[in-house]
Structures are given as structure tokens and as C-alpha cells.
């Protein structure tokens, strides 16, 4: 009998997959329901007031893709977006650059607004390029998984307000580590993914859409290109307390396993969890100093969650990874993009936002810097 | 602290999900890896081995698409199709149905060739479709879980030839099944889902793209207008034996279940598999008719793995289908669209296709429509 080998235990602390709490795990395994069973069903309205509390919501469109961040992003994308429409979009790394690729994809006429590479967006550039036609959309990154960026968004929510234009947050990263808030922040979609501060596996993309949002998808000129996205649909198939109209098989054992991450998550509390990540950071932060190590990215900016470190001068990023791998069973991230070979990303996320996993990663890299 | 309960055992005899066995379960559960970790990159390269396996094809792109079933149908249509294209799609259920909607909401011109629910495609009617206008792409489902109908793909494979249009199959509920064999049957196009007859819980749908497929991807005008979906891009990222290209984040402990998954069905054989769910429905079929009850699809054309059963006049179906999940803990399915109220669908996929669970139902039906 030829068997897959058993995975190695790999402590993750790159940009997601993160660590899975044991708790989580057993979810998983926990007996297969259908997908219709009126357990499950309340499983699903569960989770989907469980979701609204960790957005900061209290939009009723508010449940988990069923598909990784990714398929997240494109459901906003594809509902909000009609051929033709223009759209704001901020580029400060990667994840920037992909909602421009899928929104000229739908047809859009995407206007780009860009920053360096770990810096932020100026919302003075967005305000011009938000004013300077009738704008469908303004969308950004709100933690930017490529740079360790966290965006600020007052003056980006305000230029997309005085436009006319919906708010768009890709909120993959910064979901469960630092405070989102869609409600008061004034987002009107925002997605994000199980697998980072969330601590699940990946393969679900937690969506909301407020009001305005859904007035949007009510008023398109026809349905969006995607039937497993469409948003209309969905909605019929995750109505709370009354029959569902079925749409798709959703993944059953992902949503068991999301159910409890937010159990823990909710538990825990929201402030304590984002007081968590920041120590955890903070801590971080003075070991890489002790180091030498330098961080990319200016403190008042810092993601907690995703560090990006340099690679100093004669050391080659791809062997210390490697490295920490074999030798120390521990994952870390190269660079994406512009940045590749040039930093680490190291994640505290979730589980992985812990005092002795810190401790761990520091000596770890000490032994491997050293030699 | 608030806990989502512990979901029941339930003995899943519906439409889909089906009974996972432990071993499955278990792999579920595995230590997480990266999802761009050697390991997990070796298993990724496994599970396309396999997945060519179970399909009987040597088309490398052979992947678990990040989705449930529904997201390989859309990735088929996506991919294939262009505004302005003409599609012919069988349609003889709801599955066929939904490829319709599918497809028109990418710009295409369809042409929809129809027959009774409960009956097959008749192949001159395709042909004749296919030949009034220049025809990209001949799609039907192979087995139509919402019937029971396993379409003979002979003639409606000659009648797209003849059209010089691609072949695609909906596989869903027959891969694992029933035989499949992508390549002798001369289908360029196939999707399954993990859930049916492969007895993984639902999350993934694996795909699979001939060369003919393949080589309309590489002669489109534009991209899809899915960037989550896009063959040429997922293509990169399950790339074998090279540097992968970062695309989404794979669903990790799904695709260690969906490996675990066909290491069963592949240890096994296929054949033997089969036989043991043509055996399976044997079994059932004289127990139903013990306990008069009718099958409504031809013989020749039941799918084993899926049988749709008249509800006699005067018995309430939504009865005892809840009766039956609530005192014996055995789902099964209600009918849809034009079948709701009129059929129950028994599923005997898998995992459950064994006497064993054959006989347990049966002696609850007795049970239940005895009182």
C-alpha cells in the first residue's frame, strides 16, 4: 500500500499558513454533517455572527467564501465591478497589484494609485485619483502581507466618500491581529483569510458586504461573470431562519474548523488578541536589534503580525530560510515581488503570537546567523 | 467560554457529502505545513499523479482547484469560453441547468439541448446543436446527481468532433464511481468534486485539461475574467519539478485528506471500486423493491452511486427523510428543482457504498414507512 508520507511538524511563522491551535485541529476531524443537515445550518448562522463580531458588523452579508483569501478578494471584486466602472485602486505591494489585475479582468478602468514598497498610500494621492471621474470603487490593502505595511484608512474612507465611490478593504492579514472595525471605519466590503491571525487553515475568505455594497449588487446591470461568487446567490444560500436555497456543497470540515477559531478568537477577546500580537511584536522587534538586524518597515507603520527584515549585506536570504527549516523546523518567508531575496517576512499570527515562540525564532536565528 | 457543539454522527446517504473513512479523517488532522514547503510541494505533485490516475488521463494539468465542485465546473467555463462563443450544453438536470447560467453570464452564446429529468442526452439532438452554428465547446454532465442519470458519452464525444468543438464533462458524482476514463473517452475537459465517490469531505474540485483544452487557453483573446480561476496562472503554481509561481494559498489540510483520499480509492483499484459500487446498488435495488418501493431511471441507465427513488403517493417525503435522520442518524437526499417532494435520492458513495450500509438503511426505511 503506498501511503503519503506524514507531514513534519514545521512551526510556521512566514506570512500564512500560521499555527493551528490543537483545539482547531480536533474541529476538523470532527464527524462529516451535509452540507443541509440543520445542524450544520446552525453551525453556519453561528458562524456568521461569530464573523460579524470579529469584523466589527452588523451587516447582514457577512459569511465565509468558500475558497482561500483569494477567492475572497474576487467575490468583492466581481460583484461591486461592472464593465466600465472605474475603480481606485492602491498599490503598495503585492496583493495591490492583484486587485488591479482582477478588477481589469472584469472590465473595469482601474486607476492606480501607488506608494513604494513599504511605505504607505498617501490619501491625498487617492483623494486626486478618486475625484478625477466618477468612481465606482476605491480599494486597498489594508495590511499588506508583502510588506509588512499597515495602511491607515481615515483619509483614504474620506476621499472615497467625498468621490461617491464604495470602500473596499483586503483585510487578509489584518483580521484577528490588529483592529479592523469595518462598521466605524466606514468600509463598505472588506475580506480576509482563515488562515493568518484567524489561526485556521487556509481555505475559507471570511466576506462582508454593508448596505451600500448591497445595494450595488441589487442594482447591476446583469449578474457577475461568476456564478460560485455571485453574491445574490450566496446570500440564498447562508439566509438566516429560513429555508436555504441551496447554491453550492459548502466545505464542511473548513467551516467546523473557522467555527472554532472564532470560539478562541471571541474567548479571547478582540483588544487582548491585538494586545497579544503587539507584544509579541514588541518582543520580536528588540531580539532582531540584538541581532543587527534591521526592519524594513518605519514603527508607526509596523504590521505587529508581519515583520519584514532586511538581509544584511552578504548573506544569502535563501540559505537561512533553508536553514531554519531543516535544522530548526521553523518556516519563515522569503520576499515577494520587488522585495525578493532582499527580506524575510516573519509572522506572529494568531497562535504563533506567543512570548516563547518569539524566543524560539531568536535563538534559532542566532544559531543560524552565527555559522 | 461559548463552544459551537460537537456535530452528531450522521451516516451520510444523501447526494453528497459522503462517509469519510477514518483514515481520511485523520490526514485531515495532519501537522499544517507551508504552503510553499518542500514537503507539501512533493504532495502537491503527488496528487496530480493521482488525480491522473483516477481520471485516466496523461494531461498534465491535472489539479484540485481551491473550491468546491461548482468552482471546477466555473474554472471549465471560464477558461474555455469567450464572449461571443457558442456553447452547446446538455441539459437533463439541475447540474446542466447551472452550466447554462454559467456560461451565459461569460458572454456566450448557448445552445441548450434538453431531455426529461430522469432521462439521458439524446446524442443526434447534440449533434444536430452542435452543427448549426461554429460550436467552441460541447459540455454535459456525466452523472446527474440531481436524477441519477449516468449519460452515455459516446455519440454526444463523436457529435463535438464533428463540430470541431472541445468536449467537456461534468464528473462530479461519477469519478471514483463509475468508470471515467477521460482520455479513452475522448472527453478534453473534465471536473469532480472530493465529496462523492472519492469520500473526501467537500473543498476541492479536481479538474483536468486536456491539450486541445489547453491549447484554446493559450489562443484567448484576453484572460478569464476570473484571476482566482485562471488556468494559466494555476498552472504556474502546480507546476512539477521547478520553482512554483505564488498564486493563492492552497488549501493545505484539504489537500492532505484529498491525498489520503485517492491513496485509498487508488490502492484499491479502480475497477474493483466500480464493481463495488455496482454491487452496492444491486443490493439496494432488491431491497427497495422488497419494500415496494420504485426506482424512476431506467436500468440502463442508473448511476450505482446515486438512485432516485419515487416517493409513493401519500407519504410525505420531507417526513421521513427527517425521521430517518433523526431516529436512525441517516441522511438522505429530498429532490430538486423539478423533482422536489416527488423523489428521494439515496447515495451509496464511497466510502458507503458496502452492504454493511446498505442493509442498515433499508431496515430503517422499513422502519419508518411501516408507522
New interface residues.
Given amino acids: 500500500?503506498?501511503?503519503?508520507?506524514?507531514?513534519?511538524?514545521?512551526l510556521?511563522l512566514?506570512p500564512?499558513?500560521s499555527?493551528?491551535p490543537p483545539e482547531v485541529?480536533?474541529?476538523?476531524?470532527?464527524?462529516?454533517?451535509?452540507?443541509l443537515?440543520?445542524?450544520?445550518i446552525a453551525?453556519m448562522d453561528?458562524v456568521k455572527r461569530q464573523l460579524r463580531d470579529v469584523f466589527g458588523t452588523r451587516a447582514e452579508f457577512t459569511l465565509p467564501i468558500?475558497?482561500?483569501?483569494?477567492?475572497g478578494?474576487?467575490a468583492s471584486l466581481?460583484n461591486l465591478l461592472e464593465p466600465g466602472d472605474r475603480a481606485v485602486i492602491g498599490v503598495h505591494g503585492v496583493f495591490g497589484a492583484?486587485m488591479v489585475?482582477?478588477a481589469r479582468?472584469?472590465?473595469a478602468e482601474v486607476a492606480v494609485v501607488e506608494a513604494p514598497f513599504g511605505e504607505a498610500l498617501d490619501s491625498d494621492a487617492v483623494r486626486r485619483a478618486a475625484l478625477a471621474g466618477p468612481t465606482r470603487l476605491v480599494a486597498f490593502v489594508h495590511a499588506e502581507t508583502s510588506t509588512g505595511v499597515l495602511q491607515p484608512t481615515d483619509g483614504i474612507v474620506a476621499a472615497a466618500r467625498d468621490a461617491g465611490a464604495l470602500v473596499l478593504a483586503d483585510c487578509v492579514t489584518s483580521l484577528g491581529g490588529v483592529p479592523v472595525d469595518v462598521d466605524a471605519a466606514g468600509f463598505d466590503a472588506a475580506f480576509s483569510?482563515t488562515?493568518k491571525c484567524l489561526s485556521v487553515?487556509?481555505?475559507l475568505a471570511p466576506l462582508t458586504f454593508g448596505p451600500r455594497a448591497m445595494e450595488r449588487v441589487a442594482a447591476r446591470r446583469?449578474?457577475?461573470?461568476?456564478?460560485?461568487l455571485d453574491v445574490a446567490m450566496l446570500a440564498g444560500y447562508w439566509r438566516e431562519g429560513v429555508q436555504r436555497a441551496?447554491?453550492?456543497?459548502?466545505?464542511?470540515?473548513?467551516v467546523?474548523?473557522l467555527?472554532?477559531g472564532l470560539?478562541l478568537v471571541?474567548?479571547e477577546g478582540l483588544a487582548a488578541r491585538w494586545e497579544r500580537h503587539r507584544q509579541a511584536a514588541a518582543l520580536l522587534y528588540a531580539g532582531l536589534d540584538e541581532l543587527g538586524l534591521r526592519c524594513v518597515v518605519a514603527p508607526a507603520l509596523r504590521l505587529p503580525q508581519l515583520t519584514t527584515v532586511a538581509v544584511p549585506d552578504g548573506v544569502d536570504a535563501e540559505v537561512v530560510r533553508r536553514r531554519l527549516?531543516d535544522e530548526h523546523r521553523i518556516?519563515i518567508g522569503g520576499g515577494?515581488g520587488a522585495m525578493k531575496g532582499r527580506v524575510w517576512r516573519i509572522g506572529l499570527m494568531g497562535h504563533g503570537a506567543r512570548p516563547d515562540v518569539v524566543r524560539r525564532l531568536l535563538a534559532a536565528l542566532r544559531d543560524v546567523l552565527a555559522a
Same sequence: chains 1, 2.
Avoid: I, K
Fill in positions: 500500500m503506498s501511503r503519503a508520507p506524514e507531514p513534519s511538524e514545521v510556521l512566514g500564512g499558513p499555527p493551528v485541529t480536533r474541529a476538523l476531524a470532527a464527524p462529516l454533517l451535509g452540507h443537515d440543520p445542524e450544520f453551525l453561528r468558500s475558497g482561500t483569501g483569494s477567492a478578494m474576487e466581481t492583484r489585475d482582477c479582468r472584469l472590465g483569510g488562515q487553515p487556509p481555505g446583469a449578474p457577475p461573470p461568476s456564478w460560485y441551496y447554491h453550492h456543497t459548502a466545505p464542511v470540515a473548513m467546523y474548523a467555527a472554532r470560539d471571541l474567548d527549516r518556516e515577494l
